[in-house]
């Protein structure tokens, strides 16, 4: 398999940028990716994205992506796999150069969800969901992970001022990240009188609804040291699926999609658990950090709480979890999200992310899911 | 590169199917594959489809379409790229295997239109065309295909009966296949006297509305063989894309989206137009057969209804065009549409393709585009 590095990134900040359109967005980002990457000119586009289709009632997203990069005439396609559309497109993107089709290509995410109401975006959020058997029945996206969260807390014994402490990290960690939507510190006390979005997920267990795109250039090993002179190469990456309704689920509290996710990207980096220095992890809702956590194997099955409790994970432990502030607190613009995470990673690996740092890492990962853990991508980078 | 092949093929037939969902179609085709493939068990899966997200309100939509194929577990994602996923899924597919990350995968083109009013459908088919700069002024999708059948009969000097004989052509084919939405004979009276839908489109110039699933299996080399006793190979793949408004374009008539793809696919197969034996290509309506014969370099610009009028393209001819009916007639459920294609392809190659036959092809083609021809994919295939 020829190997793949990311040779550049950009990122706009993420934020309710109501005076920006997908172009401008995806312009932003792809500049600062292209001078990270000393001029690369991508000859395909793959672009990850969730609602354009349901909220903008835009399909064909990837040609006006490709005329905002400047590169029209290029070829490319959308991957859609609800908020995991971003690790998804990378993983697409990364077998068009491993193939061997393309020497350099890039992978744009991007999302618009602050122009419409709110009512609206969670009825589009909850297309991850399953429309059949769950949401014509009145689920709410987070009212499933809600059910996973009450599980949790049940059968483990968590408290839900236990599971107040990651997102009070999140939001620290958010505050020295420029590209962060939620640069506020909140505390213990702040998680737990924010307002019930469902029992027992409060508001500062939530990702907030922001815009925002992120650009990865990956290129082909003998092209990879002209565009940068510390190319992070593409070590593994895994794909795995669950069932979309969960009470077709064998067990909803150990995600099938994450657990075959990282088998297959540990076996292919020939890596296990315990070498990843830094990862990026899916915390859309606190609980889905930990079944995250637990899924990667960083902690035994319901033990992710406890750990994070005695101070595991943080910015000098291996491995070091969401130095971004997390979908949590950096924003989670769905469909760009695992784009982000895996723009991040680089960076951490090659000492220049601008906000809180790894000691020197040298093995990094990012899971990005879609669903409540339905649709999991899992990508291990290696400097 | 490692060579990938087709080694199953599995399809319904296009019908207005109220009875059966996504899985239901998924399954029945899945079941067809794995058998012509003697039980080849795909490691993961790509969907191509348009309209689950903007008419069913369901993303994730790879988790529901695994399920039904009997494979939780595995990953996999969509592509959208409107009436072009299904080609774009395929290439995407194509390159995971010829990348190495995975031996066995499956393409899975599904799309339901039939469940929803027409005016509807008809609204989210416009979604191919660019939301914010036509569609949002009235514009709908076959109008916008008008205006491009109105410039190619001025600068052309085509009359509107030279023109209604594709799909007569179409119809004729189609009531061979099996597989066909549309297995009535029709004259070009009938055309000329059916209902006008965007001046000078009529009725029988467009693709019904219909539902239906593809799923085409691909295995490495070494695999190939076990799968079945003729593999068929992917010998060329490529995408191109052009401006999503049309006022943006250099020309209206010669879609870049076609050149570029047409010219990357010919070049990975070392092949000239003139190699080509059979070929499915993209007639939604009748003006894009036109555009994609000519921008495939089967004739010269301005010159395919012509050919057409003096008997060329049919199934005697190199290459021979739409032997299955085409989008026109076999049916044109959107996102399914590209996996129809190169699975009557490789059908053809192979010999058993239940309709209409090529005499003895060696090399096919097919070409899937979604929007005005915005989005391109080009697959040709070897014997």
Redesign the interface.
């Known amino acids: 398999?020829?190997k793949v590095y990311v040779v550049g990134v950009g990122m706009t900040k993420i934020d309710r940028h109501y005076d920006k359109?997908f172009a401008e967005l995806v312009h932003e980002a792809f500049v600062k990716a292209y001078e990270d990457s000393r001029g690369a000119e991508p000859e395909?586009v793959v672009v990850g994205n969730?609602l354009s289709?349901?909220l903008?009632?835009?399909?064909?997203?990837?040609?006006?992506v490709?005329?905002a990069m400047g590169?029209?005439?290029?070829?490319?396609?959308?991957?859609?796999?609800?908020c995991g559309?971003g690790g998804?497109?990378f993983?697409?993107g990364?077998?068009?150069v491993?193939?061997?089709?393309y020497d350099v290509i890039a992978v744009v995410g991007v999302e618009k969800m602050s122009d419409y109401p709110t009512a609206r975006v969670t009825?589009a959020l909850?297309?991850?969901?399953?429309?059949?058997h769950e949401?014509i029945y009145g689920a709410s996206f987070p009212g499933l992970n809600a059910l996973a969260m009450r599980l949790y807390m049940k059968i483990y014994r968590a408290s839900r001022e236990d599971l107040a402490l990651w997102p009070v990290r999140m939001h620290e960690y958010a505050y020295y990240n420029p590209y962060a939507q939620l640069r506020n510190r909140i505390t213990v006390e702040d998680v737990l009188k924010s307002t019930t979005i469902a029992d027992p997920i409060k508001l500062m267990d939530s990702a907030p609804v922001g815009d925002g795109a992120a650009v990865v250039i990956l290129a082909s090993e003998d092209m990879a040291k002209k565009f940068n002179d510390t190319p992070i190469q593409i070590a593994g990456?895994?794909?795995?699926?669950?069932?979309?309704d969960l009470s077709?689920r064998d067990d909803l509290l150990k995600p099938?999609?994450i657990v075959?996710?990282s088998e297959?990207a540990y076996r292919?980096a020939k890596v296990e658990s315990k070498d990843i220095d830094v990862a990026e992890i899916h915390d859309a809702f606190t609980i889905t950090a930990l079944l995250c956590i637990e899924g990667l194997r960083f902690a035994e099955w319901g033990t992710s709480w406890k750990m994070i409790k005695e101070g595991r994970f943080t910015k000098d432990d291996k491995p070091a979890l969401n130095l971004s502030g997390g979908l949590k607190a950096r924003g989670h613009p769905v469909g760009a999200t695992g784009v982000y995470q895996v723009a991040e990673i680089a960076m951490q690996l090659r000492g220049d992310f601008p906000g809180v740092k790894a000691s020197s890492p040298s093995i990094g990962l990012a899971l990005n899911t879609?669903?409540v853990a339905?649709?999991?991508?899992v990508v291990i980078l290696k400097r």
């Open positions: 398999m020829r359109g395909a969730m289709s349901s903008y009632q835009q399909d064909s997203l990837t040609a006006l490709a005329d590169l029209r005439g290029r070829g490319g396609f959308k991957v859609e796999a609800a559309s998804y497109a993983v697409a990364y077998s068009l491993a193939s061997g089709l009825s909850a297309q991850a969901a399953d429309a059949e949401v990456v895994g794909l795995g699926s669950d069932a979309l077709s099938l999609s075959k996710a297959k292919m879609g669903g339905t649709l999991t991508s």
